[in-house]
């Protein structure tokens, strides 16, 4: 599915924008005629423009959402109409914005647009693959089975996300411990030690000369250096958003040492749990194989999920390029391609996501406690380094004395 921009005319002659999710443009021009609007223009929105960077902008608590989901496939199980459902949504919602946004939902849906279309004019809320549910759902009568999925998915998801975000936080709270103490010490505690051993005259140690020619640089071209550190990140930043750039650094992030095999196994999770989810929908494979292409976070997989949808379109197996990517392990490709030929590849592949979040569990688990002896040691050499060179002439004169 896509994501299409439209300008159109109300029948006063207002100009009306907006964006719907559909799987081709003609799609957009019937719900666009079903509304009763006269169409100025549609086009497919390709990449990000400024527009779609919201700096400081409103949004929409994943918890919110997963709570909007359940409910509103709780209410609709019970029999309660659509309307009266986002109604009372509406009113219990504490989220001023995520309000406003049911309100539209309600009086887009009041005046006969479709449960998709209501959803598809909020694709900074509801993503392409929950837009996806809820089309199958509807289409099928089965909405609440779908949202009531969908609901699931993202909670599973969502701890995931938590699990990997709490063993980051450890490593990344102590190196910069660690980054600010030594800034302190070659800018306040160095100079100090520096005018010691001017005044003695003696010459001093390699080990020294090395830390005071850091510490000087650094006093005197301390806005030089952040400068030049902001404008590496702000490179870097930008670089990664090129194709080539996405792609060098998201094979970079699965490769790198300890924290590489954490992203496979969180990607192989992500990957295995929103195909399922979409497959048990009743999501025809190609357009959930590039739903899962766009929702897997990860360059790499994207291009090798959009190459096992050119080859389930000429008819061939889905295992052949997860295997040629790499990126799988055996076992994961192994269980897709009995689960392909048995028929039961929701099953295979919901297996296959259990297994790897019990994996991240056991990898975040042990990565705490890898992670705790690698920061001290580093953080030990640092502030070590620091210390000796700082009392090495100290030493030096004290032995020359004896």
């Known amino acids: 599915m896509a994501t299409f921009k439209y300008v159109a005319r ?21 719900e666009l005629r079903k509304r009763k609007l006269t169409i100025v223009s549609v086009t497919e929105t390709k990449g990000l423009s400024l527009k779609d960077f919201s700096f400081g902008g409103k949004s929409v608590n994943p918890d919110d959402l997963v709570i909007f989901a359940r409910q509103l496939a709780t209410m609709i199980e019970a029999g309660i109409p659509i309307l009266q459902a986002l109604e009372a949504l509406q009113e219990q919602m504490t989220s001023p914005y995520f309000k406003k946004i049911i309100g539209s939902l309600r009086e887009d849906i009041e005046v006969g647009s479709s449960l998709t279309a209501a959803f598809s004019k909020h694709t900074r809320v509801f993503d392409t693959l929950f837009i996806s549910m809820v089309k199958v759902g509807e289409a099928g009568g089965k909405l609440n089975v779908t949202l009531d999925r969908v609901a699931a998915y993202m909670e599973k998801t969502l701890k995931l996300k938590r699990k990997v975000k709490a063993a980051m936080v450890y490593p990344i709270v102590v190196i910069s411990m660690a980054f600010v103490i030594t800034l302190v010490l070659l800018i306040k505690v160095v100079p100090t030690f520096k005018a010691i051993y001017d005044s003695l005259g003696q010459e001093l140690p390699g080990m020294t000369q090395f830390l005071i020619l850091i510490s000087d640089t650094l006093q005197k071209s301390f806005m030089s250096v952040i400068g030049g550190l902001f404008l590496l990140g702000f490179l870097f930043l930008r670089y990664i958003r090129t194709e080539r750039g996405r792609l060098q650094f998201d094979t970079f992030k699965l490769k790198v040492p300890i924290f590489g095999e954490l992203m496979r196994k969180v990607a192989i999770s992500r990957f295995s749990r929103t195909f399922a989810t979409l497959t048990q929908s009743g999501v025809p494979i190609l357009a959930s194989l590039e739903i899962v292409s766009k929702t897997c976070g990860n360059k790499l997989l994207e291009i090798t999920i959009n190459n096992v949808r050119n080859f389930v379109r000429e008819g061939e197996s889905i295992t052949p390029p997860l295997i040629k990517s790499g990126v799988f392990p055996p076992m994961v490709t192994r269980m897709i391609s009995v689960g392909e030929k048995t028929g039961e590849m929701e099953k295979m592949l919901v297996k296959v996501a259990d297994f790897y979040d019990d994996q991240v569990d056991a990898a975040v688990a042990g990565l705490t406690s890898l992670i705790e002896p690698l920061v001290i040691g580093f953080l030990g050499i640092v502030v070590g380094f620091i210390v000796i060179a700082l009392f090495l002439p100290i030493i030096k004169m004290t032995s020359m004395i004896k």
């Open 10 to 30: 109300d029948e006063n002659a207002r100009n009306i924008t907006g964006k719907i999710v559909a799987d081709t443009q003609q799609e957009v021009i019937e």
